[in-house]
Nanobody, 115 residues
């Protein structure tokens, strides 16, 4: 069974920083990419950042220059460093593991940015 365990969410003031981490465990096929998505009530889940092996990271326009994604392939972890947070970044953030034959999701971690 594949598990994605997220950590690092919480409450922060505008302008602050948070670091999200996700560790994948279990048996899974070759990884296409790992990344982070977010969702607010009433809206679709949206890509925040994604990193595929051998490729440059993909970022949502709204987070470019503020967020940085990184992976440790030896540990199957992905990290999202979020700086200069603003209230519009408030959402539940989900870790995603995309393999050659499946798509896996974490349980989500809440990020709340107060103004």
């Amino acid at each position: 069974q594949v598990r994605l365990v997220e950590s690092g969410g919480g409450l922060v003031q505008a302008g602050g920083s948070l670091r999200l981490s996700c560790a994948a465990s279990g048996r899974f096929s070759s990884i296409n990419a790992m990344g982070w998505y977010r969702q607010v009530p009433g809206k679709q889940r949206e890509l925040v950042a994604r990193l595929a092996l051998g490729h440059s990271p993909d970022y949502a326009d709204s987070v470019k220059g503020r967020f940085t994604i990184s992976r440790d392939d030896a540990k199957n972890t992905v990290t999202l460093q979020m700086n200069s947070l603003n209230p519009e970044d408030t959402a539940v953030y989900f870790c995603n593991l995309w393999t050659i034959d499946a798509d896996y999701w974490g349980q989500g971690t809440q990020v709340t940015v107060s103004s």
